[in-house]
């Protein structure tokens, strides 16, 4: 039994260590860096979907928003992201803060 959860172990490690290369691939860009025809939109992140209107990711800080973007971005096969945004929120009872991030998921054409 130890060494299925020994395995199962190191395959978490080994699928953790590829997500992060594969963000890591994903580049923030302002929107001056590239012309219209520089790429082509993937998907807006957080933003595609009639969910959020009711819902959308939230994160402790802004480095971890825009980790989430990357992630997601990298799982959508984009290597870029156009027109990033995180804003905070305390809540409606002065909680601790949330951060909500999004931005445009886009594929550059080398």
Same mark, same amino acid.
């Given at each position: 039994?130890?060494?299925?959860?020994?395995?199962? =172990?190191?395959?978490? =490690?080994? $699928? =953790?260590? /590829?997500?992060?290369?594969?963000? /890591?691939?994903?580049?923030?860009? $302002?929107p001056a860096e590239l012309k219209q025809g520089d790429y082509e939109t993937v998907s807006r992140v957080w933003v595609d979907s009639w969910r959020t209107a009711f819902w959308v990711p939230t994160d402790s800080s802004r480095e971890d928003g825009i980790a989430a973007l990357k992630d997601k971005a990298a799982s959508l096969d984009a290597n870029g992201l156009v027109n990033v945004a995180c804003y905070g929120d305390s809540g409606l009872f002065g909680g601790s803060d949330a951060y909500t991030c999004y931005g445009k998921a886009i594929r550059v054409r080398r």
């Open positions: 039994m130890s060494n299925r959860l020994a395995c199962l =172990a190191l395959t978490a =490690a080994l $699928s =953790a260590c /590829a997500s992060t290369t594969k963000s /890591a691939a994903v580049k923030i860009y $302002s």
